[in-house]
């Protein structure tokens, strides 16, 4: 058995790669959040000045990564990959942002857990000493998950009340195998969890059960136990889901106290109209690029294990009677090797 195999899905690096610099952009709803101030850009325009929502979805991402590179004071050109994903069909916002950088690039889908997915990929490649430079970036927007998922924003239909709002929003991370931290300690990769949920407006209950599976996983593989950390972070579960998870704990004897959701972070509940919380890719990439890795880095948090929940279905798939794949990917991060 690798040592670097923990129990049965966890990965512990070696050699963890520093976080050298990450950036957030968001939209204008997410920027009125209670997060807004810790955001890099905030636009007021949905289409971030394009002529579509799609083409608004590439230039968050080409601005937040163009904000990561500065921040940790690189060139594209000197990434040894780079990876990232997005909710829209074939991943377009990721890679048509990415088709003029000339750098190696691994498209991914994990719906809402794909920064997770990303972040941990690119840790583990320069763990291996297959490069000295990566990048992990993931976004969504509101009307491009709309138009796709449900119906287009024309139509104006209702929301259900277990319906969450997907964000407008983008997060990049840089990482070196060098660096003054903080660091990717461990990777626990989610297995497919299907409890049979139908329902395309209540993603918080099909992911929940994903969660419970990577967490219980982690904590067994690892030894741990969920106060080592000083913040346990999901995205996106929202309202719902969180609730579900901590009950399955619950059940168990386990209380949590350093618990929270991306998807209740992002937004105000009592004060923007968000149903259940917020949801999609740049949920969580934008929460963690724009407090948790800053947090680590002030010493605020010395551990955190931010753990990105995906819905791994389609529209196509809903209509063929098909219920609703949970994934969930958890990193550990931390503010020493």
């Given at each position: 058995?690798?040592e670097?195999?923990?129990?049965?899905?966890?990965?512990?690096?070696?050699?963890p790669?520093?976080?050298?610099?990450?950036?957030?952009?968001?939209?204008?709803k997410?920027?009125?959040?209670?997060?807004?101030?810790?955001?890099?850009?905030?636009s007021?325009?949905?289409?971030?000045?394009?002529?579509?929502?799609e083409?608004?979805?590439?230039?968050?991402?080409?601005?937040?990564?163009?904000?990561?590179?500065?921040?940790?004071?690189?060139?594209?050109?000197?990434?040894d990959?780079?990876?990232?994903?997005?909710?829209?069909?074939?991943?377009?916002?990721?890679?048509?942002?990415?088709?003029?950088?000339?750098?190696?690039?691994?498209?991914?889908?994990?719906?809402c857990?794909?920064?997770?997915?990303?972040?941990?990929?690119a840790?583990?490649?320069?763990?291996?000493?297959?490069?000295?430079?990566?990048a992990?970036?993931?976004s969504?927007?509101?009307?491009?998950?709309?138009?796709?998922?449900?119906?287009?924003?024309?139509?104006?239909?209702?929301?259900?009340?277990?319906?969450?709002?997907?964000?407008?929003?983008?997060?990049?991370?840089?990482?070196?195998?060098?660096?003054p931290?903080?660091?990717?300690?461990?990777v626990?990769?989610?297995?497919?969890?299907?409890?049979?949920?139908?329902?395309?407006?209540?993603?918080?209950?099909?992911?929940?059960?994903?969660?419970?599976?990577?967490?219980?996983?982690?904590?067994?593989?690892?030894?741990?136990?969920?106060?080592?950390?000083?913040?346990?972070?999901?995205?996106?579960?929202?309202?719902?889901?969180?609730?579900?998870?901590?009950?399955?704990?619950?059940?168990?004897?386990v209380?949590?106290?350093?618990?929270?959701?991306c998807?209740?972070?992002?937004?105000?509940?009592?004060?923007?109209?968000?149903?259940?919380?917020?949801?999609?890719?740049?949920?969580?990439?934008?929460?963690?690029?724009?407090?948790?890795?800053?947090?680590?880095?002030?010493?605020?948090?010395?551990?955190?294990?931010?753990?990105?929940?995906?819905?791994l279905?389609?529209?196509t798939?809903?209509?063929?009677?098909?219920?609703?794949?949970?994934?969930?990917?958890?990193?550990?991060?931390?503010?020493?090797?």
């Amino acid at each position: 058995m690798s040592e670097k195999k923990l129990g049965s899905q966890t990965f512990a690096l070696a050699c963890p790669p520093s976080l050298l610099g990450w950036a957030s952009v968001v939209g204008k709803k997410e920027g009125d959040g209670p997060l807004g101030a810790n955001f890099d850009l905030i636009s007021q325009d949905s289409y971030f000045g394009e002529k579509t929502w799609e083409k608004a979805e590439r230039a968050m991402q080409r601005l937040a990564l163009t904000q990561a590179l500065e921040k940790s004071g690189l060139a594209a050109v000197s990434l040894d990959a780079l990876f990232g994903g997005d909710l829209n069909n074939q991943c377009i916002a990721t890679s048509y942002a990415a088709r003029s950088l000339g750098v190696p690039f691994f498209g991914l889908y994990g719906a809402c857990s794909t920064m997770a997915e990303s972040l941990a990929l690119a840790a583990l490649l320069l763990d291996g000493g297959f490069g000295t430079q990566t990048a992990a970036i993931a976004s969504s927007h509101f009307c491009t998950a709309e138009r796709q998922y449900r119906t287009p924003l024309e139509y104006g239909g209702q929301r259900t009340p277990t319906a969450q709002w997907t964000a407008t929003a983008s997060g990049a991370v840089i990482l070196g195998q060098n660096g003054p931290g903080p660091y990717v300690t461990h990777v626990t990769a989610g297995k497919i969890v299907d409890r049979g949920i139908k329902d395309a407006n209540n993603m918080g209950a099909a992911m929940a059960p994903a969660a419970y599976d990577t967490l219980k996983t982690h904590f067994s593989d690892t030894g741990r136990t969920p106060d080592f950390y000083d913040l346990i972070v999901t995205g996106d579960l929202g309202k719902l889901g969180k609730a579900l998870l901590e009950e399955l704990f619950r059940q168990d004897g386990v209380e949590f106290s350093n618990y929270n959701d991306c998807g209740l972070m992002l937004f105000d509940l009592e004060h923007q109209d968000v149903h259940c919380g917020g949801s999609g890719c740049g949920c969580s990439a934008s929460v963690l690029t724009g407090v948790l890795l800053d947090g680590v880095k002030s010493g605020q948090y010395q551990n955190i294990l931010f753990c990105a929940t995906g819905a791994l279905h389609s529209p196509t798939a809903l209509g063929q009677g098909e219920s609703i794949p949970g994934i969930c990917h958890a990193v550990a991060i931390s503010n020493t090797r």
